[in-house]
């Protein structure tokens, strides 16, 4: 007995070979359309290199943004429904980004590039400068510096990142070594702040591995210690160590070298600090126990800041900040800039504006040289198309 609306084998394999036929008609149908497609696009693209030429010959800017609104509005009101519009604006948002880069592309080639305010040199000036930094003798910042300069440069140190800002703004100092990054505890948003607020820029960085140390009174045993002193950072990095000796207080100093100096200064055996190996030497401390911090491959990356608009001609990396407009999509068109010049951003950060609540300012690393012209012509883009754009420097 046959069971009702079931198609023979022959039946279902006919209709099969009818459903291939009919896509693949419709795929020759798309590409069919592609073709148009890609043929309008490359006329377009030559129009738009006209109105570059116009551009050029007149001043003007690329970015219009009355009329790229306009041109958006326009393409949306010629489709039928809301879900083709979205479609629609997204495309010609891209098709327009695409427009404005092969603008900057004819602007770069015809010599209107936007020159840089930043002078490439060879080598840093290191001979006879002043260096500050923040904390004291023994600091990681000290270290860092001592590294990157040499153990015979001049140098002094201030309490606050500020303060270490101001030293180099007002000439007291030619360079200043900042911290900005660790790399279990992340970034030092001080300093990027400080970057963003003052007229001061990268030239260079140095990477110290961390080891803290547990470091005391010659003479300490450890079942005396009742206070531990250190950075809240780097007590945060000691907790495991820290945490299987349950009756030590812990109490957070501005640096580890104010922490070390401290135990130093009070001579009470039952006080302790967290730090460098060279701070114990600096203040005359014995190492009670080495490689407290959990993490093994713990360093920071430090930042060397002037207030010069210089960089090194074999830079490699550039660092810049930038404000985009709180709307949709307007992150993503600002790091098309990176993708469509071939450059590959190696970070991005983003900090809160003052003032401005669910606005953010982004921090982007990049490789690349102040002098290259692929460099040159996503900064062009970004510094037309950002609120604000700054170069913190190339290093």
């Known amino acids: 007995m046959c069971k009702r609306g079931l198609a023979s084998p022959g039946k279902r394999e006919e209709k099969k070979g009818h459903d291939n036929m009919d896509l693949l008609k419709l795929r020759e149908e798309l590409d069919r359309i592609d073709e148009q497609i890609v043929r309008l696009y490359e006329e377009r693209m030559e129009v738009s290199s006209q109105v570059a030429d116009y551009k050029i010959q007149t001043g003007r800017k690329v970015l219009d943004k009355t009329r790229e609104e306009e041109k958006l509005r326009a393409v949306r009101a010629l489709t039928h429904n809301d879900f083709n519009a979205r479609g629609v604006q997204e495309l010609f948002e891209q098709i327009i980004s695409m427009s404005r880069k092969l603008q900057y592309n004819k602007l770069a080639e015809q010599g209107a590039q936007a020159k840089l305010p930043f002078i490439g040199v060879d080598e840093l000036d290191t001979a006879g400068v002043r260096v500050v930094f923040q904390g004291a003798e023994g600091a990681y ?12 440069v001049n140098c002094f140190h201030v309490d606050t990142f500020r303060d270490a800002m101001c030293a180099i703004e007002e000439g007291s100092a030619d360079y200043a070594v900042l911290p900005i990054e660790n790399s279990t505890a992340g970034i030092v948003s001080e300093i990027y702040d400080l970057l963003v607020e003052y007229e001061n820029y990268i030239v260079g960085e140095q990477i110290i591995k961390i080891e803290h ?6 003479g300490t045993d450890l079942g005396q210690i009742k206070t531990v ?20 207080s812990q ?15 009070d001579k009470d055996m039952t006080q302790a600090a967290i730090a460098s190996e060279q701070a114990a030497k600096i203040y005359g401390l014995e190492i009670l126990e080495r490689g407290v911090n959990q993490s093994e491959t713990n360093s920071t990356r430090f930042i060397i800041v002037t207030n010069q608009k210089i960089f090194k001609k074999d830079a490699g990396k550039v660092s810049i900040c930038l404000e985009v407009p709180h709307e949709s999509g307007s992150l993503y068109h600002m790091l098309s800039h ?3 010049n071939d450059l590959n951003m190696t970070k991005i950060e983003s900090r809160p504006i003052e003032g401005r609540n669910w606005e953010y300012r982004f921090f982007i690393d990049f490789e690349g040289n102040l002098a290259d012209g692929a460099v040159k012509n996503a900064l062009r883009g970004l510094r037309e198309e950002a609120r604000n754009m700054k170069i913190l420097g190339n290093y």
Do not use: T
Not at 213 to 218: A, D, F, R, Y
């Open 338 to 340: 990176f993708i469509y």
């Open 213 to 218: 140390c547990l470091i005391g009174l010659p």
């Open 229 to 248: 002193f250190s950075h809240p950072q780097s007590l945060m990095q000691s907790a495991r160590y820290l945490n299987a000796h349950d009756g030590w």
């Open 141 to 152: 910042s000290h270290m860092a510096m001592l590294r990157y300069f040499g153990e015979d």
């Open 251 to 265: 109490i957070s100093m501005q640096n580890n070298a104010f922490a070390a100096r401290k135990v130093s200064e």
